[in-house]
């Protein structure tokens, strides 16, 4: 899965919130594990930080009293943590310390923010892996991938989900973009890489495409939606309807199982970590 971003996005400012356990791209949940501590943070180094956010807390409550922001211990560290969305690749680090003042305890976080790197869809040659991940985070960038890409993907996706999958290219299958094997039943797949909603004269075209090669059971796959009276005939002749939403909840789902058990991010080469903020953590 990439790790290694650029689109545009500034790294240290993401707006990522360090108590959101969720995917800032994708709101899916984050897998996180405890990682080894990277800054050699010191009060002096935080300091300045801390006064900061007072200052900015007084610019809109006003001024304090002197013993609100007075701290009565030294720097504590609490703990580094890694977190991953296994869906679209993205990853937060987070180091957390802690210091009290004499009514407050203050956590401050340090981090860094993975972001997406900027791919040509277009392009062949883009490995499917790459692809998967990039229309998570790029979902309306479906309409421009190449068209044999997008089968290989969508085969891809499949696969993770359990089905046996042979792509048939661009031979005379008759409108048959995929077979799909699953126990004892084969299924024909035609995919639709349009921005145009299918019509139902579509839909019937590939269920003469699935008679001719002997198949009972049909998915339409389009990155668009189905016109009125599609989901009709389908119904009638055993053919799933799979839209734009139902493909990136099937896409999203694979991303998942594929990645389940690989959380393998090399973060041995950062040397410090960005100040993100500083919160109060309870009253004493």
Same mark, same amino acid.
């Given at each position: 899965m990439i790790i290694e971003y650029k689109d545009g996005i500034d790294p240290t400012i993401t707006g990522s919130n360090p108590h959101d356990y969720k995917c800032m791209y994708c709101d899916l949940?984050?897998?996180c594990e405890p990682a080894k501590k990277i800054t050699k943070m010191t009060m002096r180094k935080v300091k300045p930080h801390f006064?900061?956010?007072?200052?900015?807390?007084?610019e809109i409550h006003g001024p304090f009293e002197n013993w609100y922001f007075k701290t009565v211990t030294g720097l504590n560290y609490e703990g580094t943590r890694l977190a991953k969305c296994l869906a679209c690749g993205w990853w937060s680090i987070v180091e957390e310390y802690w210091i009290a003042a004499e009514w407050q305890i203050w956590q401050l976080f340090y981090g860094l923010d993975g972001i997406i790197k900027d791919i040509n869809v277009a392009d062949a040659s883009?490995? +499917?892996?790459e692809l998967r991940s990039f229309l998570i985070r790029k979902y309306t960038k479906r309409f421009y991938v190449n068209p044999k890409s997008f089968e290989h993907l969508a085969a891809s996706v499949f696969s993770d989900l359990g089905y046996n999958t042979v792509c048939t290219g661009y031979s005379k299958d008759g409108g048959i973009d995929l077979i799909l094997n699953n126990n004892s039943n084969t299924i024909g797949v035609q995919i639709k890489r349009t921005k145009n909603n299918i019509k139902v004269e579509q839909i019937r075209a590939f269920l003469g495409a699935m008679v001719v090669n002997g198949y009972n059971k049909g998915f339409f796959v389009s990155t668009s939606n189905f016109q009125s009276g599609c989901n009709? +005939?389908?119904?009638r002749v055993g053919i799933e309807l799979i839209n734009a939403s139902k493909f990136y909840d099937a896409l999203k789902e694979a991303q998942i199982i594929h990645y389940n058990d690989e959380f393998a991010i090399d973060h041995s080469s950062f040397s410090h970590l960005h100040f993100i903020g500083c919160y109060p953590m309870n009253s004493l």
């Open positions: 949940k984050l897998k006064i900061e956010h007072k200052n900015a807390m007084e883009v490995p +499917i892996n009709k +005939i389908a119904n």
